[in-house]
Nanobody, 121 residues
Framework: VQLQASGGGSVQAGGSLRLSCAAS???????????AGWYRQAPGKERELVAR???????NYADSVKGRFTVSRDNGKRTVYLRMNDLKPEDTAVYYC?????????????WGQGTQVTVSS
């Protein structure tokens, strides 16, 4: 499984972005059976979970993004999205997508290459 993240950029505070993470070389059953998540890492900080979506589309979010970010998935397109609204300067980070395969497929984790999000005040 290879993950390709896109959609990052530079915006002003209050703006919006939508990140996409496409899984190539993945058959539908593998992708659909995997939990997916978005993480971010700001300079000098540890990588943190931003949002996660299960195989049945149950979601959870970091407290800092609740009500502003929405994670979703389109299994047919093998893509996970992160809609980010009302962006704040503290959201500035490199965002990484993650795919956690089910135990049936080895239970391995896969990471995208990261996409930079910069929010200016």
């Amino acid at each position: 499984v290879q993950l390709q993240a896109s959609g990052g950029g530079s915006v002003q505070a209050g703006g919006s972005l939508r990140l996409s993470c496409a899984a190539s070389r993945s058959i539908l059953s593998v992708f659909a059976g995997a939990a997916a998540g978005w993480y971010r890492q700001a300079p000098g900080k540890e990588r943190e979970l931003v949002a996660r979506i299960t195989t049945s589309s149950i979601t959870n979010y970091a407290d800092s993004v609740k009500g502003r970010f929405t994670v979703s998935r389109d299994n047919g397109k093998r893509t996970v999205y992160l809609r980010m609204n009302d962006l704040k300067p503290e959201d500035t980070a490199v965002y990484y997508c993650n795919l956690e395969l089910s135990k049936s497929y080895g239970g391995t984790q896969h990471w995208g290459q990261g996409t930079q999000v910069t929010v200016s005040s």
